[in-house]
Nanobody
């Protein structure tokens, strides 16, 4: 089963930045909507940001103006630039296609925002 591979998480102080990467080796990557999702402790996984094949983006209200999603179709990779991080951004970040179809979930990458 195809699974995304996420990386780039870590421990950061409030106000800091991180850049997450996701490699998704799936056919037709460039034609798929790709999203980043956050599973905060004790919560369900929620959509944070999405990017369409044409490069249009959509963000959750909580991250608008702070996070930027982008993609490199030549490398089957999607990025999430996270700035002005807040403690409530803490959790495991996953990426996946939307709709996911038969693509499994990866291990995610953990982000901890704490002083």
């Amino acid at each position: 089963q195809v699974q995304p591979v996420e990386s780039g998480g870590g421990l950061v102080q409030p106000g800091g930045s991180l850049r997450l990467s996701c490699v998704l080796t799936v056919s037709g990557f460039k034609d798929r909507v790709i999203g980043w999702y956050l599973q905060a402790p004790g919560n369900q996984r929620e959509s944070v940001a999405m990017v369409t094949p044409a490069g249009s983006t959509n963000y959750a209200t909580s991250v608008k103006g702070r996070f930027t999603i982008s993609r490199d179709n030549n490398k089957n990779t999607v990025f999430l630039q996270m700035n002005s991080l807040k403690p409530e951004d803490t959790g495991v970040y996953y990426c996946n296609a939307y709709p996911r179809g038969n693509i499994g979930w990866g291990q995610g990458t953990q982000v901890i925002v704490s002083s």
